[in-house]
């Protein structure tokens, strides 16, 4: 099942007078339902392509994955094994 995502972008300085700019976006998986995180399938670092399982969430003695709309690369894992998640929260950062 994908999960929801929400892509942001902004334009970063870059340079110590500042005089470049750059475009930084980053996605943000969100959970599809409200459950439990069961397992985390990634880590910081770790290259993930469209479709991908980042983590499985249960509810109702159901394993439901998580799987990533994009790719990128894990900037942030916002969520823990075991813990108690909503509908929309985010669950992992992707640059």
Same mark, same amino acid.
């Given at each position: 099942?994908?999960?929801?995502?929400?892509?942001? +972008?902004?334009?970063?300085?870059?340079?110590?007078?500042?005089?470049?700019?750059?475009?930084?976006?980053?996605?943000?998986?969100?959970?599809? &339902?409200?459950?439990?995180?069961? %397992? &985390?399938? +990634?880590?910081?670092? /770790?290259? #993930?392509?469209?479709? *991908?399982?980042?983590? #499985?969430?249960?509810?109702? %003695?159901?394993?439901?994955?998580? =799987?990533?709309? *994009?790719?990128?690369?894990?900037? =942030? &894992?916002? +969520?823990?094994?075991?813990?108690?998640?909503?509908?929309? /929260?985010?669950?992992?950062?992707?640059?």
């Amino acid at each position: 099942m994908r999960a929801l995502s929400r892509r942001r +972008c902004w334009l970063s300085s870059v340079g110590a007078a500042g005089n470049r700019t750059r475009e930084v976006c980053v996605t943000e998986i969100e959970a599809h &339902i409200t459950g439990t995180v069961w %397992k &985390i399938e +990634c880590a910081v670092g /770790d290259e #993930i392509e469209e479709g *991908d399982t980042v983590a #499985i969430l249960e509810s109702m %003695k159901m394993e439901m994955p998580v =799987e990533a709309e *994009d790719s990128g690369t894990v900037a =942030e &894992i916002r +969520c823990e094994e075991g813990q108690s998640v909503n509908e929309g /929260d985010t669950l992992v950062v992707l640059e």
